[in-house]
Every structure is written in structure tokens, then in C-alpha cells.
């Protein structure tokens, strides 16, 4: 397994926001997590990549105890996210924004960064037309744009994206999504949270379900899609 998350508990003071969850995800896999709000999605990634603490419970990353690593070391191994609210540097451009992505890498001055921007700006062809914008003055979807553009440039094994398609107009969310996949089709493994469970489902290969700070259902993303109560829950049918 590449990424493996055994008993794992996490809490925002006295309240105990993640209750001992145990999941994988295997290389070149896309995974997505979905729930309700509140239902703890957005603090397991946020403890994956280090920004929260992991009160209990053990995070494996290549074989590797990582539960204890400060984030800017997890990213240097290869967990890079793209966090909710997309969170760019608004005074920044765009290039600059996307060389925030290179912080950690020690070739961040070679070839292999130009060809990761190259492949940036392929997959993302706005961000090569708007190189000299302030990310601040772009909208909500070119801004989701840089955001996983500059998470990419990382060169993550595991791109953590914590809903991508949140406040997007629905022609935006469907070119996010067809690029997600096309990212893991280039090789990068993808751990998806989203509320827009049925993109979610249609584009992974597994899926857990989450309900405060629980895993209460895990199967194939396409076999949840038929799942009556994933149905009525989060799909908007019986």
C-alpha cells in the first residue's frame, strides 16, 4: 500500500473530530472520501499532509511511520495538497504562486521544474495564457486551477484534493474532474474529498463514506453509486 491510516483519532480540543478511521489507498489508485459536512473529510486530509495533529492511531507512507513528520517534510516525501478554498497567495501571480509548489524540491532550478510547468500549463492551458496575473484577480475556477497546479509542482506521489469543485458553476466543475483524471492517468495517485458525491464516485476506484468522524460504508466507487442509501443520502435519490 502507498498510503495506509490505521485507528487513526484526531481532536479540536475536548471534541473528537476523527474516531478512529482505517483506510488505504494503493499507487495509481483514485480514492475519494465523501460525507456530510462536519463529517470529518477535510480534517483526515489535513492530518495526512500534517497541518492537524493525529491524537491516536498510526499514518504509514511507503512503509514509512509518517505520523509524527512536520508537513513540510511529508510534502518533500511526496503528499502535496490542494486545500478547500483553494488557499493561493492572492497577492502573487501565477508563476509565482506555482514556484511555492517547488519549495521543497532540491532541483526546483533544473529541467525537471520546467517540464513540470510545461505539464502544468498542459493540463491547464489558463494559467499559461494569465503567467503575469495576480492569483487574487482570477475566479473561482481559475483559482482551483492554481491551487492543483501548484500542488503538482511538488511532483507529489499522493495529491490530497480537499473539494475541488466547491462554488464552481457546474461546466467548470466537469472540466475539474475530466482533469483529475487525467492527472492520475499520468501517473499520480489522487485522494479526492467532495460533496459532489456522484462526480466523486464516477471518477475514483474506491470510495469510503464518512459520518462524524466514522467510516460507515467502503466498497467500489461504482458499486456505491448503486448503493441505496449512498443513493438517498448523497445522490440526490432512493
Known sequence: ???????????YGRIEAIKGITFHVDEGEVVTLIGANGAGKSTTLKTLSGIRNASAGRIMFE???????????RTEAGIC?????????PGMSVM??????TYARRDRKSAARTADL?????????????????????????????????????????????????GLAPMLIAQIFEIITEINQQGTTVLL?????????????RAYVLETGTIVKSDDARNLLDDPAVKAAYLGGG
Open 1 to 11: 500500500m502507498l498510503l495506509e491510516v490505521e485507528d487513526l483519532h484526531v481532536h
Open 96 to 101: 509565482e504562486n506555482l514556484d511555492m509548489g
Open 63 to 73: 512503509g514509512r511511520d509518517i505520523t509524527r513528520m512536520p508537513a513540510h517534510k
Open 118 to 166: 510545461e505539464r502544468v500549463f498542459q493540463l491547464f492551458p489558463r494559467l499559461a495564457e494569465r503567467k503575469t496575473q495576480a492569483g487574487g484577480s482570477m475566479s473561482g475556477g481559475e483559482q482551483q486551477m492554481l491551487a492543483i497546479g501548484r500542488a503538482l509542482m511538488a511532483r507529489p506521489r499522493v495529491l490530497l484534493l480537499d473539494e475541488p469543485s466547491m
Open 193 to 205: 474529498v467532495e460533496q459532489n458525491a456522484a462526480q466523486a464516485l464516477k471518477r475514483a476506484n
Open 81 to 89: 495538497q490542494s486545500p478547500e478554498g483553494r488557499g493561493i497567495f
